[in-house]
């Protein structure tokens, strides 16, 4: 078999050990799988004329750098407009929209997203804190979750929204005040898209190009794959588009997503697709929702919040949920779900025991988020099997160690003080995989290794941690986006280490991960990203 990739000079990290191979190169064949591992001298004589030969120059090189929960074509959409991320306060959420507005013409749309609900500080979330600046003006500004928007008063008259709605999601809402006219809040995806099925929408073309984009700059942050929590609209078709003309950059395990009211018809849908996809992705697993999120009061918790909020499931009838993942476990489908709250997190652990004992079929299934816990639902996701997928991130960059936000006052001292629980999964024996949730979170993958490991604001590393306890060691992080994604998706004989027959999905980096300080990783040069052995990024001086 011909050689498709040789690296050289290179210094082999294995998650599985956390130790460098003896070897220094690589040969990877035209199948994309490892095929030799030795010294510089016996790899390079593997190379043909049409082999790539990169001299890695001490270059550290480990698996592939997989994102566990990503939405490559909603993040796609949803980040291409107003970035308000950086908005720290109502003023500068003003000043930002003022600049905006002044650049568009007549009647268009006004886009934003990453809108923190912390620039509201005690006020409400509504959008009478912009109107002055909105006055005519359709907009829509998705809120940093995702799960909620704020709509100004000219777009939802075009939506024809003046008053509240009642929705198959429990926990979607038109918010309205006390005489019933709506805030411009609007909650969950059923809500929002009300807004925006009026609004302009990108062409194909101009779709396909964002999320080709998008990949690119993953692939260029050192990422070889992501299990993509979106499989609505045209996503399939997108990813198709771009794998067959060769420019999918990154392998991608898609879960189309599954929500209250779905039928018997409809699941066996979502197990006829199980499987289909091209070379480089394919529909593996099904994504649910249990509740919403904290921030927005729609999470699913034992105890409401401060707010006297966050006391239903996302399921109108939660005994529904645990039937269809009753049915998914027979058919030997993997399901992964969105669980917040405590309440959340239980219901979705007791619908999986409930379908191991009635079949007792090995079934890898997931929550993910799980960011509030109590001490006795950890021991349950080693003994169930279920794996925790998390993004560490969130609570870097939403949450403070002083619990004085949003987040953290919504839930009070002792539920806030049990944020993102990422060591205590790790010690009870659970699979952790980390992941972005981009857009909600930057993707770029040394990113989220380093939060796993300081918990710090990622914009302010001075600040102290939110409970450093929770703090992941080195290795435990990067087998979060080598080893534990390839065992989440089935795949650990042969993905997430550097062995023979392997794939070479690969991420090679100026240093060492194990040993950089957290707060120095992110600025790690990524130098190479390969999937299947082709080279999807390249240093421009490598």
């Known amino acids: 078999m011909r050689t498709r990739l040789v690296l050289l000079s290179a210094r082999l990290l294995d998650p599985g050990t956390g ?13 994309g799988r490892i095929a030799a591992l030795g010294d510089d001298r016996e790899i390079r004589a593997l190379a043909g004329p049409a082999t790539t030969v990169v001299d890695l120059a001490g270059a550290v090189v480990t698996p592939g750098l997989v994102d566990g929960h990503v939405h490559p074509v909603s993040g796609a959409e949803l980040t291409h407009g107003l970035d308000l991320s950086y908005c720290a306060d109502l003023d500068d959420v003003r000043e930002a929209l003022a600049r905006e507005v002044r650049t568009l013409d007549r009647g268009a749309w006004l886009f934003g997203w990453g809108l923190d609900p912390n620039v509201f500080g005690d006020r409400p979330v509504g959008v009478a804190h912009f109107d002055s600046v909105l006055d005519g003006v359709p907009a829509f500004l998705l809120l940093f979750d995702a799960h909620s928007a704020l709509a100004s008063r000219r777009a939802l008259e075009l939506a024809g929204v003046d008053g509240p ?67 609505n609209g045209d996503s399939l078709a997108l990813y198709g588009e771009l794998d067959a003309a060769g420019e999918l950059p990154l392998r991608l395990r898609v879960a189309p997503w599954c929500q209250p009211g779905t039928d018997a018809d409809g699941v066996r849908a979502l197990v006829a697709q ?23 009061g729609t999470a699913w918790l034992e105890r409401p919040d401060c707010h006297g909020e966050s006391t239903h499931a996302f399921w109108p009838d939660p005994a529904a949920y645990t039937r269809v993942v009753g049915e998914l476990h027979r058919a030997g489908v993997p399901t992964a779900t969105h669980a917040i709250g405590d309440a959340a997190v239980r219901h979705v652990l007791d619908s999986v025991e409930m379908a191991r004992t009635a079949d007792g079929s090995e079934v890898r299934h997931r929550v993910e988020h799980i960011e509030t816990v109590p001490d006795d639902t950890l021991r349950r996701f080693a003994e169930l099997g279920v794996l925790a997928s998390m993004q560490p991130t969130h609570c870097c960059d939403f949450t403070r160690a002083d619990h004085t936000d949003n987040w953290s006052r919504r839930l009070g001292e002792e539920r806030a003080s049990r944020a993102w629980r990422c060591r205590d999964l790790v010690d009870a024996g659970a699979t952790v995989l980390l992941g972005s949730d981009w857009p909600i979170a930057p993707f770029p993958p040394l990113g989220v290794l380093a939060g796993a490991r300081h918990r710090r604001p990622s914009r302010d590393l001075g600040r102290p941690p939110h409970g450093p306890e929770q703090a992941l060691t080195p290795l435990q992080a990067l087998r979060g986006m080598t080893t534990a994604p390839a065992y989440a998706a089935g795949e650990e004989h042969e993905a997430g280490r550097l062995a023979l027959g392997f794939r070479a999905d690969l991420t090679v980096l100026a240093a060492d991960p194990l040993t950089t300080p957290a707060t120095e990783l992110p600025d790690v040069p990524v130098r190479l990203t390969t999937v299947d052995g082709r080279v999807t990024f390249r240093a421009s001086d490598l």
């Open 165 to 231: 709605r009642t929705f198959d999601q429990a926990s979607a809402e038109v918010v309205c005040d006390a005489e019933g006219r709506p805030t411009g809040l609007l909650q969950e995806d059923a809500a929002c898209e009300l807004v925006e099925r009026v609004a302009p929408r990108p062409t194909r073309e101009e779709s396909r190009e964002r999320l080709a984009a998008a990949l690119r700059s993953m692939a260029a942050a050192g990422l070889t794959g992501g299990h993509a929590m979106d499989a």
């Open 19 to 31: 130790a460098f191979l003896p070897e220094t190169a690589l040969a990877v064949s035209d199948d």
């Open 274 to 296: 199980q499987g289909t996809g091209g070379a480089l992705w394919r529909v593996a697993g099904v994504k649910l929702f249990m509740d919403g999120t904290i921030d927005n």
